[in-house]
């Protein structure tokens, strides 16, 4: 089996390992860090510039409302994301619910 070194954590792993493109003349081109080591990078990453890009996925729905609802129709169809769905709802309702019972406290009395 084919094996890569990873420049990030330095351990030899098998190729399935690392992620890959499809080069020009058809061959797998892998990525240099391994999958984990890539996935960590990405996710420092989002964590780095989270708030850019929420403004960037805010302005592209509100650029492409209909691509995102298609979108979305697609994801919704998909096995098991209903319940995901209903479930964020709940959660989402149950913190509003919170959020104006506490308003109308402050405001109320
Ligand atoms: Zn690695």
Redesign the pocket.
């Known amino acids: 089996m084919k094996t890569k070194t ?6 030899i ?1 098998p190729v399935y ?1 690392y992620y890959f493109r499809i080069g020009v003349n058809g061959n797998k081109l892998y990525f240099n ?6 996935n960590l990078r990405r996710m420092q990453w989002y964590k780095d510039n989270r708030d850019a890009v929420l403004i960037y996925q805010r302005k592209y729905i509100k650029d492409n409302p209909d691509k995102n609802n298609a979108n979305f129709k697609k994801w919704l169809a998909k096995e098991g994301n209903l319940a995901k769905q209903r479930e964020r709802n709940r959660a989402c309702a149950k913190k509003r619910y919170a959020r104006l019972k506490a308003e109308k406290e402050l405001n109320g009395k």
Do not use: I, L
């Open positions: 990873c420049p990030s954590c330095g351990s792993k390992h860090p391994c999958k984990k080591c890539y």
